[in-house]
């Protein structure tokens, strides 16, 4: 079977795992400092915030940006579910909007005619890591006194006229899950830089301690914490930041190889007239964390019948991104919603097998496979 993905790692992740195991620290200490110092200079940020996941990453970013009970937040529905479940976390509504089905993020033209009396902030997601139009955005937010929070989980690499995802707005929100470009297991990171946000972030993360547990724990004098405010438990381990130091080092590496892979089934599949291959204008940069190939209406099959073939070949696909307003859970508050656009991207797209290191007999074997289906 060829996977849909896997996470690069290597005996230098092991070993530095096993480092911070044997060091004594594996809760949150000098690893996680670390991690966060480099992060926040590959991106450009002045902070950036480790937390145990990009949902908890998102929803400190919310609260931090004052969004309250009965506030509306607008994001897109094709998205993975996290996105709107976190602003369901802080008490808003999450407000779902039409996507540009070349990239799959979020329309700025939709985006305005949601905007209501009740709108707080903007979720800008990067979607398979393509970067979207954050200037558009940026100008949209400022036009209304809105509060934009980018949800980059998968965009960590990607750039955005000539800047790295993570350096242009107040908050940036990532993931290191294991479909994502780089990998701690699981983890995610918040880039800022505004200094309010990341002292409020840290404190947030860790129960709305006032000192952290390292402080206590270094410290010659008798240091007792206070509770400044309800808090979390959404912090990253040392042994994870470890694996996620040596993740960062060779991600430039892993960005540019994924990007060959990406012309290769650029090269491949774009002459087939019933495909829609990802676009990338000037001024933007995508990791390739996932391909995603569209189905025109001229297409011989359907999605499900192309991803089922594909896997009696011993290709595995994925659905392209999923609409959050279709799924049970937000049934009763997506009630008559209709997004025709996103309904329609989603349903007619897959993500094919991306990964490093992919072998060249794999992506042949994708290509032609989809070739003798489509063709």
């Not at 006032?210 to 206590?216: G, L």
Request: hydrophobic residues 40%; neutral net charge; aromatic residues 8%.
């Amino acid at each position: 079977m060829i996977p849909i993905a896997k996470p690069f790692l290597a005996k230098e992740e092991a070993d530095a795992a096993s480092a911070a195991v044997l060091s004594g620290w594996v809760t949150q200490g000098p690893k996680v400092s670390e991690f966060e110092e480099k992060f926040a200079a590959y991106v450009g940020a002045k902070y950036a915030v480790a937390v145990s996941n990009c949902t908890t990453a998102l929803h400190l970013a919310l609260i931090v940006a004052g969004v309250k009970r009965g506030d509306e937040v607008i994001c897109p529905s094709m998205t993975h579910i996290a996105t709107a479940n976190a602003v369901l976390h802080a008490g808003a509504v999450p407000v779902f909007c039409e996507v540009i089905p070349e990239t799959y993020n979020m329309n700025v033209q939709h985006a305005e005619k949601l905007v209501s009396a009740k709108t707080k902030a903007i979720i800008l997601v990067h979607q398979i890591g393509l970067p979207a139009d954050i200037d558009a955005f940026r100008n949209l937010s400022a036009r209304h006194g809105l509060q934009l929070i980018e949800d980059a989980a998968c965009a960590v690499g990607s750039e955005y006229k000539g800047r790295k995802i993570g350096s242009h707005s107040d908050l940036v929100c990532f993931s290191f899950h294991p479909r994502k470009v780089i990998t701690t297991g699981d983890g995610g990171m918040i880039t800022t830089s505004d200094e309010r946000y990341y002292h409020r972030l840290r404190l947030l993360r860790q129960h709305g301690m006032s000192v952290n547990d390292r402080q206590r724990h270094t410290s010659l004098q008798l240091i007792f914490e206070e509770y400044l405010e309800p808090g979390y438990n959404y912090r990253l381990t040392d042994i994870q930041a470890a694996v996620g130091i040596c993740q960062l080092g060779r991600l430039d590496y892993i960005v540019a190889e994924r990007r060959k892979t990406a012309r290769y089934y650029q090269e491949k599949l774009g002459h087939i007239p019933c495909l829609a291959l990802p676009s990338e204008k000037e001024g933007y940069f995508t990791n390739f964390q996932s391909y995603s190939i569209l189905l025109k209406d001229n297409a011989p099959v359907s999605r499900d019948e192309l991803m089922q073939r594909l896997l009696d070949k011993g290709i595995a696909s994925r659905r392209g991104v999923m609409t959050i307003h279709r799924e049970k859970a937000y049934g009763e508050l997506c009630r008559g919603l209709s997004l025709p656009v996103t309904e329609h991207a989603c349903d007619r797209s897959i993500i094919i097998p991306l990964y490093v290191p992919m072998e060249k007999k794999d992506m042949d074997a994708v290509v032609h496979a989809l070739i003798s289906i489509l063709c």
